[in-house]
C-alpha cells in the first residue's frame, strides 16, 4: 500500500450507523479509509491498511446477513495487528464482544454482581440448567445483537415445550445463557459508555428492558425507547473502568440494572460497538464523536513518532 496508506483505516459493516462518525472525521480533516469485510485476503501478507485501525464490526451483524462477518473478522484483525497496525477493539476484545458467557465471567472476577446464569451449548442441558434456578428465567444466545434471541419462561413446562419443540433461541456458535430473570428496578437500565477505559458518559434507557435493546442511533426512531443523561454513582464509574480495563477495551458500552428485589446492581452486557446514543446533542449536550476522534488523533500521532 506503501506511500497511499491512510492514517486510519475504519472496518465496518452497517451500512447507515456510522454516517455521523464520517461525517465528524470529514470535519475534523483526519485523513481516513472506510470499507466493509466482505473479499478475501491473504494470512502471508503483511501489508497493513493503515497504522491505525478501528473495528466498528457488530455482533447484530448475523441479523442481517446469514454469512456474518464476525469470526473472520477476528482472524482478519489479528493478522493485521500482528503486521504492526495498532488495532481499537482488536481481536481480544472483539472474542470477548462475542461472548455473552466470556463478558460475564470476566465481570464476575472482578468481583461485581451478574445475573444467576448457567451455560450450556446443547438444548438437553438447559432444563437441568434451569433446574438450579428459580422462575421466572431467560434463555439467551451467546452471541446477540439489538437483543436477538431472548426468551422468558415463566415455568418448566413451557421450558420444556421449547426444547422439545426446537423453540430456544439458535446462538450462531451453538452456545446458550440460561439466566434469572432480573426484573431492573423502575423499568430502566443504564449503560455507561467508556473511551480509553474511562468513563465517557452514560444514558438511562426505559421501554426497553432486557430485550430487543438498542440505543444507538439508528434503532431508536420508532422503538418506544427512551433515553437520558444521567451521572451514575461512583461506584458504578468505578466498576465499569474496571470492566473495560480488564477487557482492554478501547471504545464500548457496559450495561447495567438495578435489581429491583434486593437493590444489587447486576452488569450483564459489555458492548464494543459504541456508535454512541442517537441525537448526542439533544441527549447530553455534547458530540461524543468529537471525543473518540481526539484519541483516534492521539493514536494516529503516536504511530508516527
Known amino acids: 500500500m506503501g ?43 503483511a501489508a497493513i ?21 464476525i469470526f473472520h473478522t477476528m482472524a482478519l484483525l489479528d493478522h493485521w495487528r500482528r503486521s504492526g497496525a495498532r488495532v481499537i477493539n482488536g481481536a481480544d476484545v472483539l472474542a470477548v464482544d462475542a461472548s455473552k458467557a466470556r463478558q460475564l465471567a470476566l465481570i ?24 438450579t434456578l428459580s422462575f421466572p428465567l431467560v434463555v439467551k444466545a451467546n452471541i446477540g445483537g439489538s437483543g436477538a434471541g431472548i426468551v422468558k419462561f415463566d415455568n418448566m413446562a413451557e421450558l420444556r415445550w421449547a426444547v422439545a419443540e426446537k423453540q430456544l433461541p439458535v446462538s ?42 438498542c440505543p444507538a442511533d439508528a434503532c431508536v426512531a420508532d422503538s418506544g425507547i427512551s433515553m437520558v ?17 480488564a477487557m482492554n477495551l478501547d471504545v464500548g458500552g457496559i450495561e ?19 456508535n454512541f446514543v442517537a441525537k448526542p446533542l439533544d441527549v ?12 483516534l488523533e492521539t493514536l494516529i500521532a503516536e504511530s508516527k513518532a
Open 172 to 213: 450462531v456458535d451453538g452456545v446458550l445463557l440460561v439466566q434469572d430473570y432480573v426484573p431492573a428496578r423502575g423499568g430502566t437500565i443504564t449503560r455507561i459508555e467508556t473511551l480509553d477505559r474511562k468513563y465517557l458518559y452514560a444514558i438511562e434507557i426505559a421501554g426497553g428492558g432486557a430485550f430487543d435493546l
Open 229 to 245: 443523561s444521567v451521572e451514575p454513582a461512583p461506584d458504578l464509574i468505578a466498576a465499569c473502568e474496571a470492566i473495560a480495563t
Open 3 to 45: 506511500e497511499s496508506m491512510t492514517d486510519l483505516a475504519i472496518l465496518y459493516e452497517h451500512p447507515a450507523w456510522f454516517a455521523p462518525l464520517f461525517a465528524a472525521l470529514d470535519r475534523r480533516g483526519v485523513d481516513y479509509t472506510a470499507f466493509g469485510p466482505d473479499g478475501q485476503w491473504n494470512p502471508a501478507d
Open 284 to 295: 447530553l449536550g455534547w458530540d461524543p464523536h468529537e471525543k473518540l476522534i481526539d484519541y
Open 49 to 69: 491498511p493503515a497504522p491505525v485501525v478501528l473495528n466498528r464490526i457488530a455482533m447484530s451483524s448475523f441479523l442481517r446477513a446469514d454469512e456474518h462477518p
Open 256 to 274: 447495567v440494572m438495578i435489581d429491583d428485589r434486593d437493590g444489587v446492581p447486576r452488569f450483564y452486557d459489555i458492548n464494543a460497538l459504541s
Open 108 to 131: 464476575a472476577s472482578l468481583g461485581l454482581a451478574i445475573p444467576e446464569t448457567r451455560v450450556v451449548h446443547r438444548a438437553a442441558d438447559v432444563e437441568a440448567a434451569a433446574a
